[in-house]
């Protein structure tokens, strides 16, 4: 049982330092473009406000992925 508790321990330690990364598109953006994008929030309903923002911030990290993958190639 110990071994299992130790890897458990592990896992859910890992979990919250790196877990953001897997639900927070803004996790791994830089700063600048974060900036950006908060400062056209203006231009957006209030109402649409947070839904516009994730919206654009997972577009840009899902571009992220896509560019480094073609990189990798």
């Known amino acids: 049982m110990g071994i299992l508790s130790d890897l458990d321990k ?4 890992n979990l919250y330092e790196h877990g ?6 803004v996790a791994d953006l830089p700063r600048e473009a974060v900036e950006t ?6 231009f957006i309903q ?7 923002k994730s919206q654009i911030l ?9 560019a480094s993958d073609r990189g990798a190639e």
């Open 10 to 13: 592990k896992l859910t330690d």
């Open 20 to 25: 953001s990364q897997f639900t927070d598109a």
């Open 37 to 42: 994008v908060d400062r056209l929030m203006p």
């Open 46 to 52: 209030p109402e649409a406000r947070e839904t516009v």
């Open 58 to 66: 997972g577009l840009i990290h899902e571009y992220k992925i896509e």
